[in-house]
């Protein structure tokens, strides 16, 4: 997906891909399965942190289990505006003047932005825990994570939870830079 998107990533920006994408065996399936179902990354700002959730949602779109349901990720940020405003001025002009331009399509009603690929879809939804319900999901990102109380957090991965159960390889990630003392999800 690097090279297709035309970006070279950083080392430490390889490395975090290569640790949440290892694969085991699933000992009930025998199918190869992701090894870890949360990721917590922390990135300084600017750091290259918003490419590697980029490149790890379009792996959701292009990577799935054999047999495995379309895949459906989510993204969410400090709040759905910043999220979307990242989608919409950051990744899709990237995606558009890329290799992969042909193969995800991109929609930006506001409200409805999506990635489409490979049958799946990447969607944006606000970061409160009822926006999750009823709804599947391989992949789930919360950026930005410093700007949660510890509260809403903990209320956001319950609310995960349920979305990831029917999945045969699902992943969250919680991402963001340092934050502040009032961080306190993220601390």
Not at 23 to 47: F, I, M, N, Q
Not at 133 to 142: A, N, S, T
Request: proline fraction near 7%; charged fraction near 20%.
């Amino acid at each position: 997906l690097t090279s297709a998107l035309g970006v070279r990533p950083m080392p430490w920006q390889q490395h975090a891909a290569d640790v949440a994408g290892e694969l085991v065996t699933d000992p009930e399936t025998g199918l190869d399965v992701l090894a870890y179902r949360t990721v917590v990354l922390s990135v300084g700002r600017r750091g290259g942190k918003s490419l590697s959730v980029l490149l790890r949602l379009l792996q959701c779109l292009f990577w799935r289990p054999p047999g495995a349901p379309a895949p459906r990720g989510w993204y969410t940020a400090q709040t759905r505006t910043d999220g979307s405003t990242t989608l919409r001025d950051d990744w899709m002009p990237q995606l558009r003047s890329s290799l992969l331009a042909d193969a995800v399509s991109t929609r930006e009603g506001a409200g409805y932005e999506a990635l489409h690929g490979n049958g799946g879809i990447i969607r944006l939804f606000s970061p409160l825990p009822k926006s999750l319900h009823g709804q599947p999901g391989d992949l789930i990102v919360f950026d930005e994570a410093w700007a949660h109380s510890r509260e809403l957090g903990a209320e956001l991965e319950k609310a995960a939870r349920p979305l990831m159960a029917t999945r045969s390889s699902p992943q969250q990630w919680i991402v963001t830079a340092a934050g502040d003392a009032d961080s306190m999800w993220w601390l």
